[in-house]
Nanobody
Framework: QLVESGGGLVQAGGSLRLSCKAS????????VGWFRQAPGKEREFVVA????????NYADSVKGRFTISGENAKNTAYLQMNSLKPEDSAVYYC????????????????????WGQGTQVTVSS
């Protein structure tokens, strides 16, 4: 189970930090990702981190502004979002997947097994 929190309303240029707490069957996760979905649009990849190889992938649209991090002891991942823009407004979902060997497409939502319920982020202009 994944539970997101930290969404809200913020002005353009502001910051928010989203949290994603894992429990239960998500123990043993290797990849944690964040996706977002705006009204009328498809779900899009934001960022993912693969623990086993220490690799982070960011979508071009958020590079330099968003940062993924985590605290193993708390089974929690974070998404720090700075310099927010109105186009960042969306429901943000965290997702997780167990270990799999070999190269992986971390940006594909089909890869992930566990999903949170989403948290709304609204950026006003």
């Amino acid at each position: 189970q994944l539970v997101e929190s930290g969404g809200g309303l913020v002005q353009a240029g502001g910051s928010l930090r989203l949290s994603c707490k894992a429990s239960g069957r998500t123990f043993g996760t290797d990849v944690v990702g964040w996706f977002r979905q705006a009204p009328g649009k498809e779900r899009e990849f934001v960022v993912a981190f693969r623990w086993s190889v220490g690799r982070t992938n960011y979508a071009d649209s958020v590079k330099g502004r968003f940062t993924i991090s985590g605290e193993n002891a708390k089974n929690t991942a974070y998404l720090q979002m700075n310099s927010l823009k109105p186009e960042d407004s969306a429901v943000y979902y965290c997702a997780a997947a167990p270990f799999r060997p070999g190269p992986l497409d971390l940006s594909s939502s089909e890869f992930y097994v566990y999903w949170g319920q989403g948290t709304q982020v609204t950026v006003s202009s």
